[in-house]
């Protein structure tokens, strides 16, 4: 059975960096194919891909946000994480980590329950 | 990056209805579409994959097509669990999404 989990700073000020963990089960992130995203959705609006990270140690990453992301794993722990710098009012959102296992193919078929994230001063 | 152009952005249908949900993409994504459910409260969930493939487990009324930049979810005889928004997603770019529609009963 597959299972991700956020967890991570729920309130933030602007300026902080926000820093998030995906925990997750049923699944390898050494296994070929296997990549976990990072996706977050405002409040009634829609979804933005932010980053991701592979199996390979591959990352992409969204190029509008590039210059304040870093995801990383640790693949014992089957964990991934993603920090966000310098967040402002505009990264109040909840945030989904999500699998994907067609290498090549980034659609997301295990999502987690999401975390809400506030910046606010 | 590629544009999602999804419509309509709301939709109210009926019992047993047939649905179809629009989506266009800036360039060609050579069926690198998928479709997601999510109702209030929930994540969204895979219904569709490759335009046209539906995910384990989801009922066969909901079907996809499409090709090039022009793309189609079809729910057949509309059931009360089917009230959600639902959402395309290209990933032959790096993946960006639809801006969602919100299907209600009428």
């Known amino acids: 059975q597959v299972t991700l989990k956020e967890s991570g700073t729920g309130i933030l000020q602007p300026s902080q960096a926000l820093s998030l963990t995906c925990s997750f089960s049923g699944f390898s992130l050494s296994t070929t194919g296997i990549c976990v995203s990072w996706i977050r959705q405002p409040s009634g609006k829609g979804l933005e891909w932010l980053a991701d990270?592979?199996?390979?140690?591959?990352?992409g990453y969204n190029p509008s946000l590039k210059n304040r992301l870093s995801i990383s794993k640790d693949t014992s722990n089957n964990q991934a994480f993603l920090k966000i710098t310098s967040v402002d009012t505009a990264d109040t959102a909840t945030y989904y980590c999500?699998?994907?296992?067609?290498?090549?193919?980034?659609?997301?078929?295990?999502w987690g329950q999401g975390v809400m994230v506030t910046v606010s001063s | 990056d590629i544009q999602m152009t999804q419509s309509p952005a709301s939709l109210s249908a009926s019992l047993g209805e047939t649905v179809t949900i629009e989506c266009r993409a800036s360039e060609d994504i050579y069926n690198g579409l998928a479709w997601y459910q999510q109702k209030p409260g929930k994540s969204p969930q895979l219904l569709i994959y490759?335009?046209?493939s539906l995910h384990t487990g989801v009922p066969s009324r909901f079907s996809g097509s499409g090709s090039g930049t022009q793309y189609s979810l079809k729910i057949n005889s509309l059931q009360s669990e089917d009230v959600a928004s639902y959402f395309c997603?290209?990933?032959?770019?790096?993946?960006?999404f639809g801006g969602g529609t919100k299907l209600e009963l009428k």
């Open positions: 990270i592979c199996w390979d140690d591959g990352k």
């Open positions: 999500a699998r994907s296992d067609s290498p090549g193919a980034q659609y997301f078929d295990y």
């Open positions: 490759n335009a046209n």
């Open positions: 997603q290209q990933y032959y770019d790096y993946p960006t």
